[in-house]
């Protein structure tokens, strides 16, 4: 089954330059809501548009900005947007250094900013901050994402813990509320395959899509050039999901670079639906050279993309191959 459809030829590649991270929210106003990493790491910014190719020349509008110092002054890394219990939240990495710590990791940790106005772009003002999303590890932590299932909302996050080897894992808990945790972390994946451990060991960017009785778990691994690469893990959706054993991890990656039409590095994706509402999409970050001066996450230039993907007859996803550049 091909995983490239008749709609992959409508949207714009890159859809929104130099900008790492992407997250894509459709809500029931018909708006998508996008946001992600810019590329000075200082603030955070939302644009809408009514279709997605709409969201290549929407607005962006500014909605907080780091600190001065302290905890979230530094560093602003992969927020997303989520509406729960008709409020907006916005979750995030901060930092308040860009120094590396005893483990040589970045100092990040994860915090939550929160709207209860219908139109989250109104002004900065209308954004409160409800603090860090305590883990019980006090580490490196970040790219957190959240969903809700039987009447439960879970959180899904990477951490590094001093005690495994790598740089992070991914753990999953129950929420109280949309900022604090119910029940402890359960680690659900660590980098252990080739393919997760290049250059570095890394299980991180989380997203999560329900389909056909099963919760698929997508996440990046390896360093964040060529590197980066998609892995998945699967759960039935009416298993007990703070239970490890009820996650199963692919052995191979489910999307990768695309060395013939240039796309390397796709990863840190997140889903969100097509505009006939029945097309599932898939959304990344991907370059277009493997030459990089310097920290890759340093490079401006990871681009976020769209494409359509289907699904396979045993109920799995085929996300196909990174699409060529269209639009320049």
């Not at 190719?53 to 905890?71: I, Q």
């Not at 729960?84 to 590396?100: G, Q, R, V």
């Amino acid at each position: 089954m091909k995983a490239v459809t008749k709609m992959s030829s409508q949207y714009l590649t890159p859809l929104v330059v130099q900008r790492a991270d992407p997250y894509i929210y459709k809500h029931s106003d018909g708006y998508y809501y996008f946001t992600a990493s810019v590329p000075a790491y200082n603030l955070i910014e939302i644009r809408r548009a009514k279709t997605l190719n709409g969201l290549a020349n929407a607005a962006p509008r500014t909605v907080w900005r780091k600190h001065d110092s302290g905890e979230m002054s530094q560093l602003i890394w992969a927020p997303e947007i989520h509406f729960i219990n008709n409020k907006w939240y916005i979750y995030f990495a901060a930092a308040e250094t860009t120094a590396f710590d005893e483990n040589g990791m970045f100092q990040h940790r994860m915090f939550c900013i929160e709207c209860d106005n219908p139109d989250p772009m109104r002004q900065e003002e209308d954004w409160i901050e409800r603090g860090q999303v305590k883990t019980g590890m006090d580490s490196f932590s970040l790219d957190a994402t959240c969903f809700e299932q039987n009447g439960n909302l879970y959180y899904v996050w990477a951490q590094k813990d001093p005690a495994i080897k790598g740089n992070s894992n991914l753990y999953i808990a129950e929420m109280e509320n949309p900022w604090t945790l119910k029940t402890k972390p359960v680690l659900i994946s660590k980098p252990e395959f080739e393919w997760e451990t290049n250059i570095f060991s890394v299980n991180e960017g989380p997203a999560v899509i329900h389909r056909n009785g099963k919760l698929f778990i997508t996440y990046s691994a390896s360093a964040t050039d060529q590197n980066y690469c998609m892995g998945m893990l699967i759960a039935d959706d009416q298993s007990d999901l703070l239970n490890s054993n009820s996650w199963t991890k692919q052995d191979k990656p489910v999307f990768e670079s695309n060395l013939s039409v240039r796309q390397y590095g796709p990863g840190h994706n997140s889903f969100t639906i097509g505009e006939d509402n029945k097309t599932d999409i898939l959304v990344y970050h991907c370059r277009d050279y493997t030459t990089i001066k310097g920290d890759p996450l340093y490079d401006p230039n990871r681009h976020t993309c769209v494409q359509p993907f289907t699904w396979n007859s045993d109920g799995l996803p085929n996300f196909g191959k990174p699409n060529p550049y269209n639009y320049k």
